[in-house]
């Protein structure tokens, strides 16, 4: 069987997101790629939930280490009974879940659902890690899946010859979107805001891009309104950390500046992704602060003089009334009309 992640970027492929091997985890640096191809190793479950924390992956790359985390659990806890193993492998999902807030239920959803393959593995005598780690690719695969027939409904609405604005880095949805552009052979300019502090729209997004052929440009984060203005921009597209079902999206800060631009210029603002059913309102989100001294520096280097604070959101909150489309894997719908897409049959990317 073909897997979902054919013909997408190196990064993009399951293995080189987060890997498990017999007690280890193997997670790509996305710090640093793609100057370096680094691999962060992994010796315990701690050892994944500090990776995740200190964004040695981003995005939805969590989603496949937090899996691989919870192999690595079973591994660790090998030698135990079957009630200890259940405590164990509770408390390694906890741990591996809560590792960044903003995301945790997602993140959740998937540690959770490790827990009866590994108990169902052990009671058939297999190999409780090895049985997570397929769960894992399993779960990738029908993300995947998913994400691909969200891509369709993307491309439809950017025009051959057009150009797309993109924030920060969507992931597998980046990947997918391109794939899918490229099978329609259509030629479509990107336009990549940097995404400062980690800079994932210049490194990850913009490799991603130009890696699969497209013509990609990169613009620091304050350039997006004389982009939108001068380069006759047609849809301005980001991922989410969080859709809720009040139709707000969550998203890494600066998404909110450009969908403003967006709504004034008259560029449509699509953001992919299905709803979360477990955020019922954007009350129920939490928004990470992370170290401000990152707003103080480029990629290690200090920029800012001494004596001056930081303030670093990680995320910011986009309303429905700048959004034009929710693109899921059954349609695009109105933000404020979201209880529909269940409704239609849709069963959520997580």
Do not use: W
């Amino acid at each position: 069987m073909v897997r979902e992640d054919h013909d997408l970027a190196f990064m993009l492929r399951y293995e080189n997101i987060a890997s498990y091997e017999e007690g280890m985890v193997r997670i790509l640096d996305r710090r640093v790629y793609p100057t370096e191809t680094r691999f962060e190793v992994c010796k315990s479950v701690m050892d994944v939930r500090n990776a995740i924390k200190n964004m040695v992956t981003q995005s939805a790359g969590p989603y496949t280490a937090v899996g691989m985390g919870m192999a690595l659990a079973a591994y660790e806890c090998r030698d135990r009974g079957e009630k200890e193993t259940l405590e164990y492998l509770k408390e390694a999902s906890y741990l591996l879940s809560t590792s960044r807030p903003t995301t945790s239920k997602r993140y959740a959803s998937i540690t959770e659902s490790c827990i009866p393959v590994a108990l169902n593995a052990l009671k058939e005598g297999r190999k409780a890690d090895e049985a997570i780690r397929e769960h894992v690719y399993s779960l990738n695969d029908n993300r995947y899946s998913r994400i691909c027939r969200i891509s369709n409904y993307l491309a439809r609405e950017i025009p051959d010859g057009g150009a797309v604005m993109t924030q920060c880095f969507g992931e597998t949805i980046v990947g997918m979107m391109a794939r899918t552009l490229k099978e329609e052979g259509k030629n479509v300019r990107f336009f990549c805001p940097e995404t400062r502090p980690y800079f994932q729209g210049a490194r990850l997004t913009a490799t991603v891009l130009s890696e699969m052929g497209f013509d990609t440009t990169v613009i620091t984060d304050n350039m997006p309104a004389f982009v939108l203005k001068n380069e006759n921009i047609d849809v301005f597209t980001s991922a989410a950390d969080a859709i809720t079902m009040d139709g707000y999206v969550v998203n890494k800060v600066g998404t909110l500046g450009i969908a403003i631009c967006a709504k004034y210029f008259g560029t449509k603002t699509f953001v992919t992704g299905d709803p979360d059913k477990f955020h019922k309102a954007i009350d129920d989100v939490k928004i990470e602060m992370r170290d401000p001294k990152f707003s103080l520096e480029a990629m290690g280097v200090r920029t800012a003089p001494k004596g001056v604070k930081g303030y670093y959101p990680a995320f910011d909150i986009t309303p429905p009334s700048l959004i034009t489309g929710i693109v899921t894997d059954i349609g695009i719908y109105d933000p404020l009309n979201l209880n529909s897409y269940f409704l239609d049959g849709g069963e959520g990317e997580y």
